[in-house]
């Protein structure tokens, strides 16, 4: 599986992006899906998350409320819907497709990483 982030950019703080994760060379239907962030001088950590149905959703308690995740399975696609984004919402990006079909926090539990793409909010 190769996992494609995209939608990064910079934006004001109280703005809103919409992240997008594209699966190719097989489907990620049957995996649950989350994203990951990593700050400069960070360590990386869990964002959100959602099982193979697009349903369960778990976020970080820092972005609940603000973040929505989803998925279209027609489209092998994932979702990250972030609104009245803020600086400490600065960071790299990363998608990634689970082991099995749950929604999960914990990064070993992931087994496929798509490269990041950057969002930084201008405060």
């Known amino acids: 599986v190769q996992l494609q982030a995209s939608g990064g950019g910079l934006v004001q703080a109280g703005g809103s992006l919409r992240l997008s994760c594209t699966a190719s060379?097989?489907?990620?239907?049957?995996?649950?899906m989350g994203w990951f962030r990593q700050a400069p001088g960070k360590e990386r950590e869990f964002v959100a998350a959602?099982?193979?149905?697009?349903?369960?959703?778990v976020y970080a308690d820092s972005v609940k409320g603000r973040f929505t995740i989803s998925r279209d399975n027609a489209k092998n696609t994932m979702y990250l819907q972030m609104n009245r984004l803020q600086a400490e919402d600065t960071a790299v990006y990363s998608c990634?497709?689970?082991?099995?079909?749950?929604?999960?926090?914990?990064?070993?539990?992931?087994?496929?990483w798509g490269q990041g793409t950057q969002v930084t909010v201008s405060s």
């Open positions: 060379a097989r489907t990620t239907s049957n995996n649950g």
């Open positions: 990634a497709a689970a082991r099995s079909s749950m929604s999960t926090t914990q990064s070993t539990s992931y087994q496929y």
């Open positions: 959602v099982n193979w149905r697009g349903g369960s959703p």
